[in-house]
């Protein structure tokens, strides 16, 4: 079975609602960290019109990364996008990229096995 990496970067007040929503999706497992960044608006608000703005405003963001099998990719993805989605920036990126091996650094299991549960 093939895996694949999403990693979801949002505003810091969605990520209680994701993490809820994400455990209904029966994910077994996610690593989440805070980061600053911003995107193609340079960390301006939407409110901002100024266009001719070059300064880039770092903001707080949350990334969520998971390791999931590519049977389920699409799936998740649709509800992600459903779940994030306000249609205001600032909603987020997910990327998606392959995972070529996963180890399991205390059993030594290697592929899906390494990211599956169990109690081994």
């Known amino acids: 079975m093939e895996l694949a990496r999403v990693e979801i970067i ?39 019109t100024d266009e001719n703005k070059k300064e880039i405003s770092l903001l707080p963001k949350e990334v969520v990364m998971m390791v999931v099998p590519k049977n389920e990719l699409d799936e998740l993805l649709e509800f992600v996008k459903k779940e994030l989605y306000t249609g205001h920036i600032g909603d987020g990126k997910i ?24 109690d081994k």
């Open 95 to 118: 990327f998606v990229s392959d995972v070529t091996n996963v180890i399991r650094i205390r059993t030594g299991e290697e592929g899906v096995e390494a990211v599956m549960e169990g």
């Open 10 to 48: 949002t505003g810091i007040s969605k990520i209680e609602p994701l993490k809820k929503a994400l455990s209904r999706f029966n994910i077994s497992g996610m690593t989440v960290y805070q980061v600053l960044g911003c995107g193609v608006q340079h960390g301006t608000q939407e409110f901002e």
